[in-house]
């Protein structure tokens, strides 16, 4: 399991979450609030393994866990009594049974080999109002030795009530460069896959990650990649051919839509003198470079609107087919 040194990005919130277990002083109730993928179940698995953990504070490295007393080995395997990774059934909805049975009974049993417990509640924000209320309830008078961390993919549908009684931490968009680093780094990317899964990912270290080992996405690039480099010589059967093929890709006419857009950008930024290091294709480059040269400012500017109107179209269930057909003409 991962301790503070390996959380990637999040600087405002892992400091905050340093020092409460540096100076011993960590709240009752913590919420972390970003979308999926943002890394707060990193985050709380290691702040949980830091509060826990044996070894002296004034001991460790900045305030992170040692990973090799008998509570952070515990921790790393998932079955320390004290750390309690709240579940639910239902795939919708918490329940309250499911908060009291877990959460508001539990709390009345002291440690069974710490000074706290700490709970841990993923998809906090599906919790219904009355699970929501029976936590607010222990959390109006909360045993010292408890924290609850709940990870909510939006905090605004929580209570206000509960939002009053708890730290809230926001998760930060990563720097393009640490998610770059990160995939370089750990996954072996090239700087044209990595340049792929940043841009898609807008900051979500946890998106791009998947992104990086989806064969699917892979091979969609290398389809768009075809016809970007054959459009301008492509027949109208071929164009038709092409748009029918895209437009049954369900799950992925967004994604389509996407590398199109990105593409055409960078062909955007050649043609305005921009530098060879600021494109996302950088192993497309002598492709790009040619596209720039090929098209026009205007002709450049008219297909970038169309790919927007595309999904504009898409989104309002117009026939992909034709909607993919129109688009692939304006920019042949």
């Known amino acids: 399991m991962k301790g503070f040194r390996d959380i990637i990005g999040q600087e405002m919130s892992l400091k905050h979450i340093r020092d409460a277990v540096r100076t011993e002083r960590a709240a009752h109730a913590y919420i972390f609030d970003g979308e999926k993928g943002m890394g707060k179940k990193t985050l709380a698995a290691a702040f949980a393994k830091a509060l826990q953990c044996e070894k002296p504070v004034g001991e460790r490295e900045d305030s992170d866990a040692c990973g090799i007393c008998h509570s952070c080995i515990m921790a790393d395997s998932g079955s320390h009594p004290d750390i309690i990774n709240v579940t639910h059934e239902k795939p919708g909805s918490i329940g309250v049974e499911e908060i009291r049975t877990q959460v508001v009974n539990d709390v009345l049993i002291k440690p069974y080999s710490s000074k706290r417990k700490v709970y841990i509640i993923p998809e906090a924000h599906l919790m219904t109002a009355e699970a929501q209320n029976a936590l607010l309830k222990t959390l109006e008078e909360p045993p010292s030795y408890i924290t609850i961390i709940l990870l909510a993919d939006n905090r605004e549908i929580l209570l206000n009530t509960l939002l009053s009684r708890a730290v809230c931490l926001p998760m930060r968009a990563v720097k393009a460069a640490d998610i770059s680093g990160y995939l370089e780094r750990e996954k072996g990317l090239s700087p044209t896959e990595t340049g792929i899964a940043v841009s898609f990912a807008r900051g979500n270290l946890g998106k791009a ?124």
């Open 209 to 332: 990650v998947l992104l990086s080992e989806s064969e699917g996405f892979t091979e969609l690039w290398e389809e768009v990649r075809a016809l970007l480099i054959h459009i301008r010589e492509m027949t109208d059967v071929e164009i038709s051919r092409s748009a029918s093929a895209a437009g049954g890709k369900k799950e992925q006419r967004d994604d389509y839509l996407g590398l199109l857009m990105l593409w055409f950008r960078d062909v955007l930024y050649i043609k305005s003198g921009g530098s060879s290091e600021g494109v996302v294709f950088s192993g497309e480059l002598r492709e790009t470079e040619e596209a720039a040269e090929h098209y026009s400012f205007e002709q450049l500017n008219d297909i970038i609107e169309a790919v927007k109107t595309a999904g504009s179209r898409l989104r309002s269930n117009v026939n992909p087919d034709s909607t993919f057909e129109m688009l692939f003409m304006t920019m042949r």
